[in-house]
């Protein structure tokens, strides 16, 4: 592996293995989702609706999320694609939810392996791919993200030929009018906006439930008696996304929709059954210290 070298300084290097590592710090999969709702629920992106869809593209189940948000430019793109960068600020008194640039990266490959971003602004549209199957597919010793940009003219920069080829070999999209397809999308929601989509859910049978609720995305339950059990007695945003979503933050500035219906959010301050104030008055006890000398 060649060294890079700043100032004649070896610099660090990220294995592609981290993007697995880095994933597991959400035990839950609801928690991975939470974070790529907040990237558009951040002030700067100014998100007005969020939507969550359960398709299947060319046999394979995926989960697509959408915001009718400001979009990202080229640079925007490959910050969020890259790891520990986040330039996002406060807007009065909405405060960003994430400052350490790794929401995405950690959420959405808990979720697959593989995600492509498309991404909308009035000037431009860009294409992202974090794929941990085209990284072991080509051997890559560090993470690379292909990234694709379109002018609105619809032609796309010379300098992009190689993140076009390894787009459209890599990812689900293979050719060029099905990623304007995924484009045209974001044009139902507005004018700008951001769609991700994350594939290779699970092997075989993934931890998510499609079928129970058509209006809704479930955590799996296990066949045992036992685990029925523990269900039975646990609250539903245990296991029910829509209920998740719906107590997800304390001051809703954003509808969220999933699998087609909106989610009608909760206020918690007003739905509690009983509520309780305590007030804390410290006070200082006055005490007079003795110290002891002696002498062996």
């Known amino acids: 592996m060649a ?16 993007l697995h590592t880095n994933s597991t710090s959400h035990t839950w999969p609801f928690s991975a989702i939470a974070e790529l709702i907040d990237n558009a629920y ?40 890259s790891f520990g960068y986040s330039d996002k600020k406060a807007v009065k008194d909405h405060v960003p939810v994430g400052i350490y640039g790794n929401g995405f990266k950690s959420g959405s490959m808990r979720l697959g392996k593989d995600a492509i971003v498309f991404t909308k602004t009035r000037d431009s549209m860009s294409i992202g ?27 796309n920069l010379a300098e992009d030929a190689a993140s076009l080829e390894a787009i459209l070999t890599h990812s689900l999209f293979s050719t060029e009018k099905e990623l304007f397809s995924e484009l045209r999308a974001i044009g139902a929601a507005g004018p700008t906006g951001t769609r991700i989509i994350v594939w290779k859910l699970r092997t075989g049978e993934t ?12 955590i799996r339950a296990s066949g045992s008696e036992r685990s029925r059990e523990r269900r039975a007695m646990s609250p539903e945003s245990d296991w029910s996304l829509r209920a998740y979503c719906s107590i997800l933050y304390l001051k809703p500035r954003m509808q969220i929709n999933i699998r087609g219906e909106r989610v009608k959010t909760q206020l918690i301050s007003k739905s509690l059954a009983h509520i309780a104030n305590d007030s804390y008055r410290p006070t200082v006890q006055l005490f007079s210290a003795v110290h002891s000398t002696g002498h062996m």
Request: aromatic share 12%; glycine share 6%.
């Open 3 to 18: 060294t890079r070298r700043q100032r004649g300084i070896p610099l660090s290097s990220l294995n592609p293995k981290f």
């Open 129 to 155: 791919l974090l794929s941990q199957s085209y990284l072991q597919a080509v051997k890559a010793q560090q993470i690379m993200v292909p990234i694709l940009t379109f002018r609105r003219d619809g032609q």
């Open 207 to 218: 931890e998510f439930d499609f079928a129970a609720d058509k209006y809704d995305i479930h």
């Open 42 to 81: 951040d002030p700067d992106v100014r998100a007005k609706q969020f939507w969550v869809d359960w398709t299947r593209i060319k046999g394979l189940d995926c989960l697509s999320f959408m915001d009718n948000g400001e979009g990202m430019t080229r640079a925007r793109l490959y910050k969020m694609l």
